[in-house]
């Protein structure tokens, strides 16, 4: 009973597939249109050639000294003609199909990666990036290989089958009686084999992305694997994912590749049947050797497709296991949508407040039980607390990478959830303890925030931030291609080249995760002017750890266990002689 | 190519012969059939014996039956081939990129790598399964039918022969055409790969920039030129099909010419000619799969290719030979008994090894078209007189169980000092010395073993907290206490396990930068190394975190030689030496105190993070 229901279900989902498949298809229905036009064409004149062959032989039949030569050539010609009509309209049709299925595979690729877009930030810390990748690459190709192979294989038969149908019965509706008995057994055995291997061809697909998620990891972890001596181990690990995805590969295949033989073996015990009983007819007189020929020929037509759909049948589970999988993306939950009233944020004067904030990542671990604090606009708000506390998470909150479960952030008076994501994150200018930045050039890099930033701008921030001498000494200056995650550039490059990058942005408020942790400290002194214009007049929220960097802010917050413990300011605080006291004595213990 | 084959695929090649064999006695059957019925209708009916007739159609189903036994069992044999076959190379491509020196994974850069890794090797394996399905069915078809055609009537199986090099010609242009375009086509897929990389770890910024619009553009750009070079390849494949259709056809109409003047003549009967038309439909059928086969293989010889070239590359870290004689060398400087570390006048630039590969690549600059070939992710470095070297004439000596500290500005040349010392690069001149001997006498498991090491910015996988710090080396559930409790992660990794399971986000997003310096700084531990090398992994720590470490390393690991860079004097303060960079040279070495006196910029770093007091 369950299993049938389950049963039920997928196969509701395999339709599902389909009609989203059907959707992008159809988007093309134009060229759609022709390309029916152009198989339907060049099946059809194909369909003639064997009448005429068979008419052609008819003429030859006479024997020794009694060819009628006129007849042969006149039925030659025209099926000459026929062919290459045929054939001309094949190869139009393929133009047409490849087409048709890259638009096809563009717009989904296009569609699941701007899905990818606007999922929320925590969707890509529990999926391995390699299986994504495999969904955009491998699985998408997988869909548009069958589309533009497949899908033309299928017409083709469809039509071939019906003309060759139509042809025989005109040649002899008696021996067409044998097909009554052939086709639905091959109908049946391929339904059969198919229901079997549509699992098999699931797992394959999920499988194969397991194992590319997991060379994905290890091949971005592998400097540390190495300096570990963990390459054995970690090819041992591969091993087994590749055995599994061998293995599944293997079943998919074995079971696919049955279809082809036995669909084979139908078509020829009709041919079989067709001999005996042609042979039958033309004893009674109804059959002449013409009709035998050509109907011999047309029924090889009749199941050389058929055949060739069964071959492909097993390209198409597996085109369609792939395109579940993009779906299955595509259905992820993105973050919500904004609500329908939210408004715009604009000339943020940068007042941030929280009142009594709760949350976790996960809702049963809460991390920030109640916090509640407001930041004046224009001051530097710095947060402390040991390592772990949940300053970063504040960021998040921030910044609404994630909503919390209790209490409520306000900018500027406006509760954040009814401001625009967009507007609020453009209200904010960051610098993240994990920089990040992509291949492209350095001015690339640095005018990220600020499109049409002119190099004038950018090399200024860029000195702001003393960066400029390292980038000039780079082969190409500023139009050197960072590649790789800036393979030979140090953390600390890197923090000095987002914070350039910020710098460019004129953001009303300014987050600071450990911007500079990884920055020595002379160089912190010689950004330090650049720094503190930066942080003019905006509201600053700045987590460090070296606390000389925090000492001139407006209000230290001192969180512990999501919870603040001390507020106030440096003086204030040194002389409370609480947390932030011990916190500061030890860095010269 | 041929390579591949050469190692991956002729090793099967006797489990193929079998297969091939099998499928060859089924594909007889096949063509067994309609030569049976060229018989029934040419003797048997003229002759009128039904029983005869029901006889010969029992043959044809038999026939039938046997053939598609065969032909299963053949493919279930092709199937295991090509899952062997790949699962092989796999694994071959795989331990060869875990074992790539630092300066190829630059050269290759690792979302190339990443593609050859997945769908290269996908390509091959889909190419490796029906090339035996149809490859060889079609074939043994084609062969087989023009082999009856000729046993049927000589001369008309030479006129539908003569098509026959035309049809060659016609393959050989095609896929010559199209092997480059294929090539070219996976390079730029490397490079979607990338981009879609690269958004997926920098989601945040994106986020909080709200690029989401300029980055969708990006992917339109890469997105587009894939899909044209998968449609520019599509359609030079496309000729294919069409052409042969039309020669082989257009022969078909030869040969019934030429049947019509044969049998007019009396040298050849109606029956032949029916049957020709028969095996001729076989033919085009064979002819029609070598076609697909041609247009799979052009790909895959392109991924091949790619494979290959990861493949076989060559082992750079070569081992020294004679390894005593620079141990005496060594001695006979006059060096101390107990010195663990020595660099002697070590000079190394990153750009020195890779001009000398990268030679002409003016075409690359820019954007970087095709940066994801090997050739390609040299591009643009031509002006290399003009690039300083990294690190310059270093020289120091840390004995066993003392501490180096090295400090400097970014890009001073600090974390290089640890790649040679670790021997990820070679220095371009000086020598390194570890434990006494010259560093490129070790052989490589040796050298790794004295070391423990936490990277700038290190790898946390999707594991456990357990998982990350064993990293899969055998150790008992007290090491890997002791171990994170020595890395002062203790605490909150006990406070986690009580709460949840303990397995890790990937890149451990669901801890925060502290924690997760400290369970790397564990995985360094457990092993108790010799040399401890710790590359600015504190920094997310609060002070008296990072204190509470190197106290607890310095008691429990007291014979460990430990380097640390840091940013914080006061992680380094107490190191027995400590390193000044400035621009790869050495503007200062000593103690804390001495340095204090001596080193202008040393106090200046100091001063500015201590205060006066700190001194």
């Known amino acids: 009973m369950e299993q049938t229901r389950q049963a039920g279900a997928k196969k509701r989902y395999s339709r599902r597939t389909l009609i989203r498949l059907g959707q992008y298809l159809m988007k093309e229905k134009w060229l759609l249109f022709v390309a029916i036009v152009c198989t339907f064409g060049s099946n059809l004149f194909a369909l003639v050639g064997p009448r005429l062959t068979g008419f052609a032989i008819g003429a030859i039949e006479g024997g020794i000294g009694a060819v009628i030569f006129e007849r042969v050539f006149y039925y030659a010609g025209w099926m000459a003609v026929f062919y290459v009509a045929s054939a001309l309209m094949s190869y139009g049709l393929q133009v047409l199909m490849i087409t048709i299925s890259r638009r096809v595979v563009y717009r989904m690729r296009q569609d699941l990666f701007e899905k990818l877009l606007t999922l929320p930030v925590g969707y890509f810390d529990i999926h391995q990036t390699g299986d994504i990748i495999s969904r955009i690459s491998y699985d998408i190709d997988t869909v548009n290989a069958s589309l533009s192979n497949d899908l033309v294989q299928l017409l083709t038969t469809v039509i071939t089958v019906g003309g060759a149908l139509l042809m025989m019965l005109a040649i002899s509706p008696q021996l067409v009686l044998v097909f009554a008995f052939t086709v639905p057994l091959s109908m049946f055995m391929t339904k059969y084999i198919t229901g079997k291997t549509r699992p098999l061809f699931r797992a394959r697909s999920a499988k194969l992305g397991e194992l590319n998620g997991f060379v994905e990891e290890m091949i971005t972890g592998q400097k540390t694997l190495k300096a570990y001596g963990r390459e054995d181990y970690t090819i041992g690990r591969c091993d087994e994912k590749n055995e599994v995805a061998a293995e599944a590969f293997y079943r998919a295949e074995y079971y696919g590749s049955i279809v082809g033989p036995c669909v084979n073996f139908v078509n020829n015990l009709s041919l079989s049947l067709t001999g005996v009983f042609g042979a039958l007819l033309y004893l009674a007189g109804s059959m002449t050797i013409g009709d035998i020929s050509s109907f011999v020929l047309y029924s090889r037509k009749f199941s050389g497709p058929i055949n060739e759909a069964a071959n492909i049948v097993s390209e198409l589970q597996s085109a369609l296991a792939a395109a579940e999988r993009v779906f299955s993306l595509m259905d992820e939950l993105p973050e919500r949508a904004d609500e329908p009233d939210a408004v715009s944020l604009k000339e943020v004067a940068g007042e941030v407040a929280l009142s009594h904030v709760r949350f976790g990542y996960l809702p049963e671990k809460t991390i920030i039980h109640d916090l509640s604090f407001t930041a004046q606009p224009g001051k530097l708000i710095a947060i402390v607390g040991h390592t772990g506390a949940g300053k970063t998470t504040l960021i998040n909150l921030l910044m609404r990478f994630y909503d919390p479960q209790g209490g409520e952030i306000l900018v500027d008076r406006h509760p954040i959830r009814s401001v625009t994501r967009e507007s609020l994150r453009k209200s904010y200018a960051m610098v993240l303890q994990d920089t990040w930045l992509f291949t492209g050039t350095v001015y690339e890099n640095l005018s990220y925030g600020k499109e049409g930033a002119t190099r004038g701008e950018v090399e200024k921030a860029a000195k702001a931030a003393y960066i400029h001498s390292f980038i000039m000494r780079l082969p190409n200056g500023y139009d050197t291609v960072l590649t790789d995650e800036g393979a030979n550039i140090s953390k600390g490059q890197k923090q000095l080249l987002t914070i350039a990058r910020a710098m460019l942005l004129d953001a009303p408020m300014l987050i600071l995760d450990e911007a500079t942790s990884n920055v020595d400290t002379r160089t912190e002194i010689r950004i330090q002017k650049a720094m503190r214009n930066l942080m003019q007049d905006k509201t600053c929220f700045v987590i460090a750890h070296r606390l000389s960097t925090i000492r001139n802010a407006d209000l230290i917050l001192v969180v512990n266990e999501g919870e603040v413990v001390e507020q106030g300011t440096h003086r204030a605080l040194m002389d409370k002689g609480g947390v932030y006291r011990k916190l500061y004595d030890a860095q010269f213990e | ?615």
């Open chain 2, 1 to 615: 190519m041929k390579e591949i084959v050469k190692k991956y695929i002729s090793p099967h090649f006797p489990q193929m012969g079998i297969g091939l064999f099998i499928k060859f006695v089924g594909t007889i059957m096949d063509l067994f059939i309609p030569y049976i019925l060229a018989y029934i209708i040419d003797t048997v009916i003229p002759a009128g014996q039904k029983r005869m007739i029901f006889l010969w159609g029992l043959a044809m189903i038999f026939c039938s039956f046997l053939a598609v036994s065969f032909n299963v069992i053949a493919n279930r044999k092709a199937s295991r081939v090509a899952s062997d076959v790949i699962k092989k190379l796999r694994h071959d491509l795989f331990e060869k990129i875990m074992y790539l020196s630092n300066h190829q994974m630059d050269e290759f850069t690792k979302p190339s790598l990443i593609s050859r890794m997945t769908s290269d090797t996908y390509d091959l394996q889909q190419m490796v399964a029906r090339i035996q399905r149809m490859g060889v069915r079609a074939p043994i078809l084609l062969v087989g039918g023009i082999f009856v055609t000729f046993t049927l009537d000589y001369a008309m199986a030479l006129v539908l022969l003569a098509v026959l090099p035309l049809l060659t010609f016609l393959t050989i242009v095609v896929s010559k055409k199209g092997i480059p375009i294929y090539a070219k086509q996976q390079a730029i897929a490397d490079r979607m790969v990338r981009v879609v990389r690269e958004d997926i770890a920098g989601i945040r910024v994106i986020k909080a920039l709200s690029k989401t619009e300029y980055e969708t553009e990006k992917f339109r750009e890469v997105n587009r030129s894939v899909v044209e070079q998968e449609k520019k390849a599509g359609m030079v494949m496309a000729v294919m099909n069409p052409s042969m259709t039309i020669l082989l056809n257009l022969g078909l109409v030869g040969v019934i010419l030429t049947g019509a003047y044969r049998v007019n003549a009396g040298a050849s009967e109606v029956g032949k000619i029916l049957a020709f038309t028969t095996y001729f439909t076989i033919i085009l059928n064979a002819m029609l799969s070598i076609t697909r086969i041609f247009s799979m293989v052009s790909k895959s010889i392109a991924s091949g290719n790619r494979v290959w070239e990861v493949l076989r590359a060559k082992e750079e870290m070569e081992v020294l030979e004679g390894a005593e004689d620079v141990l005496g060398a060594g001695k006979q400087k006059g060096e101390e008994e107990d010195a663990e570390i020595v660099f002697s006048h070590v000079t190394f630039s990153y750009y020195k090894g890779r001009a000398t590969k990268g030679g002409a690549s003016d075409a690359q600059e820019g954007k970087g078209t095709d940066c994801a070939l090997p050739e390609a992710a040299s591009g643009g470095q031509e002006d290399r007189e003009e690039i300083p070297e990294t690190l310059s004439d270093i020289s120091f000596v840390v004995k066993k169980g003392e501490t180096l500290g090295i400090i400097g500005e970014i890009g001073s040349g600090k974390s290089t000092i640890l790649n040679l010392m670790m021997r990820l690069y070679d220095a371009d001149s000086g020598m390194i010395r570890i434990a006494g001997r010259d560093i490129r006498s070790y052989e490589p498991e040796e050298l790794k073993h004295k070391f423990g090491v936490v990277f700038q910015n290190d790898m946390i996988f999707e594991d456990t907290i357990a998982g990350n710090v064993s990293l899969g080396r055998s150790a008992t559930k007290e090491a890997l206490s002791e171990a994170l409790l020595y890395a002062q992660a203790s605490e909150f990794v006990e406070g986690r396990q009580e709460q949840e399971a303990d397995a890790l986000n990937i890149r451990g997003a669901n801890l925060s930068g502290g924690q997760k310096q400290r369970v790397l700084i564990a995985r360094a531990l457990l092993a108790k190394p010799e040399i401890l090398i710790l590359d600015d992994s504190s920094s997310a720590l609060d002070y008296r975190t990072d204190a509470r470490l190197r106290q607890g390393i310095r008691e429990h690991f007291a014979d460990t030689t430990l380097v640390i860079v840091a940013q914080r004097v006061s992680s380094i303060r107490h190191a027995d030496h400590i390193l000044v960079l400035e621009n790869g040279h050495c503007i200062g070495y000593g103690a804390h105190e001495e340095l204090m006196e001596r080193c202008s910029v040393y106090q200046e770093i100091s001063h500015s993070q201590m205060g006066e007091g700190g001194v």
